[in-house]
């Protein structure tokens, strides 16, 4: 299958503001190493999930994809084109193509803004039809998400959580892009509704051949609905799989801690825990050599100064540990 | 029964918003048994965490309680003076929230978070006593004590919530209410804290209600399961049970929208709809617009809380 994105060992570090005191007595420069050399490709109309913790730099990565924060080093390439070198003009025809759904559609959404003038927005930034053409397409999108066209003239804080998710999605849709980047996007929306939404982004993606990002810190919900899983801890992708393949055979450390750690709701199905003890390290000073080493049981002495790479050890199956998946 | 720790009856706490009166906990009667973890399951709106609060009194306004009983060792906690309540809050009673960052006061170092914990409930306690307990709860709870002089903001997440909750335990109480107490944490940080919940209880002989929106939080840490909707007590039985054969169709919704990745299956049945606005709830069952069971009956009236072999439940499918 044919690559929509190609992430070509991206990097995203953010300087620290020095105090000038500070600044006097140290020239070295700190930064916080968000993601620390990323690669991964996108199938065209695959689910690709980012999974980790908060620190992990998901949703860095996913904002370096749709051109909100440029990488400090490394290329991504949309349909062969980096991203990073596009001048103004040519990232906003890219914006076309990829979009964005973010976690909190109350934030997302302008509060006097009504949801027709909303969701009518990207067509008004990039020219497309007249007036009244516009007013049929966000019809049309809102229709397409499930909601009445009625709700054009509705503030966002006269609907739910669950419909106002849909406004989002309606407005990532309505430019028909290719590529979606949707980050936590069932997150805040109540526990009754999620299935909903997780359906519509499904549905929409048949309709429409739309190929997604999908971040998220909810295993459950990215076993759901993505084709591959790529798990991030502290900057770096540990383990990259089918999802079968990943919650089947778990090879990375990190990886079986965290499917072990996740609460299943059917008591019936208990499950031995693998917890580590300890929390996700500073991305300022990320441990030296394999950065889970400091909380890792299977941890042998090359751990400690050795990074590992992203190795495919079965077929489609990459992990960056030469302990575990040998061990056994 | 005479092992009930906590006895909730007929009790209803409502809001005056400017929109007219919110009904946020509505005629909900529950019993706690001693010893036993209690896991209140509903969405937000559902007035878990409401009812939570009821029970210490902590309704902050313009919510009040309008009606009902909360009886603790025979005593009505909502008709005891307000001393008699302040007693009760941390040394019989105390509760968790959800955000450890808003709960502890950015500009008190831990150590006197626990200063003033012990000093209002024991104007006498000494400098030394209070430091020596305090270490005592932190080691417990898995906190170096050099950790006693720091300030929130130096403590991550996790190590925040284990503070609270060492707070929370200080004063030994024999109930502990836990609103939400991992929904602010990553995957592997609730795994731990909910470790230490359950050595907590073990060890000190604990009575804990876990209020949660997450299913598998109690699946795992459950004795009875709660079920909360639009302010009503939907469902109670036992995890084993409710599990095995939920009654009510909303928490049978739940049980097959949630995604589980033991399980995968590629179609799950999502529940139609969303929460009601409780300023304006359906009539008869407020589930009934969202239920794929409903009947006549339904629109009429809510269903009232009826015995299914030694399970409650809320809805006409099982008479009443």
Known sequence: ?328 | MSDNILDIQRLSVAYQSPYGLVRAVDDVSISILKGEVLGLVGESGSGKSTLGLAILRLVPPPGRIVKGSIFYNGVDLLRVDDETIQKIRGREISMVFQDPSSSLNPLMKIKDHFIELFRTHEPNISDKDVEERSIEILKRLGIPSERFNDYPHQLSGGMKQRVYIGLAIALNPKILIADEPTTALDVLIEAQILRLLNRLKRELNLTMILITHNMGVVAENADRIAVMYAGKLVEAASKEEIFAEPLHPYTQGLFESAPNFLRRVRNIASIPGEPPDLINPPSGCLFNPRCPKRFDKCLKEHPPLIDVGGRIVACYLYGG
Do not use: W
Request: net charge neutral; proline share 7%; charged share 25%.
């Open chain 1, 1 to 328: 299958m044919e690559n929509i994105l190609v992430v070509d060992n991206v990097k995203k570090y953010f300087p620290i503001e020095k105090s000038f005191i500070e600044r006097i007595f140290s020239k070295e420069k700190t930064y916080v190493k968000a993601v620390d050399g990323v690669s991964f490709k996108v199938l065209r109309g695959e689910v690709l999930g980012l999974v980790g913790e908060s620190g992990s730099g998901k949703t860095t990565t996913g904002l370096m994809v749709v051109g909100l924060t440029k990488p400090t080093y490394g290329r991504i390439l949309f349909d062969g084109a980096d991203i990073a070198s596009l001048s103004s003009r040519e990232l906003r025809q890219l914006r076309k193509k990829i979009q964005m759904v973010f976690q909190d559609p109350m934030a997302s959404l302008n509060p006097r803004m009504k949801i027709g003038e909303a969701v009518e927005e990207p067509l008004r930034i990039h020219g497309i039809g007249s007036a009244k053409e516009r007013r049929e397409m966000v019809s049309e999108a809102l229709q397409k998400v499930g909601l009445s066209p009625s709700f054009m003239d509705r503030f966002p804080h006269e609907l739910s959580g669950g419909q106002r998710q849909r406004v989002v999605i309606a407005r990532a849709i309505i430019l028909k892009p290719e590529l979606i980047v949707a980050d936590e996007p069932v997150a805040m929306v109540d526990v009754s509704v999620r299935a909903q939404i997780l359906d519509l982004l499904l549905s929409l993606k048949k309709e429409y051949g739309l190929t997604y990002i999908f971040i998220t810190h909810d295993l459950s919900a990215a076993s759901y609905v993505c084709d591959r899983i790529a798990v991030m801890y502290l900057g770096k992708i540990v383990e990259l799989a089918n999802t079968d393949e990943l919650f089947d055979n778990p090879m990375h450390p990190y990886t079986k801690a965290l499917i072990s750690a996740v609460p299943v709701p059917d008591p019936r199905l208990r499950r031995e825990k693998f917890i580590p003890s300890g929390e996700i390290p500073s991305p300022i000073n990320p441990p030296e050599g394999c950065r889970f080493h400091t909380r890792c049981p299977y941890a042998i002495e090359s751990c400690r100064k050795n990074e590992p790479t992203l190795e495919e050890i079965l077929r489609d199956h990459f992990v960056a540990c030469p302990v575990l998946p040998f061990s056994h």
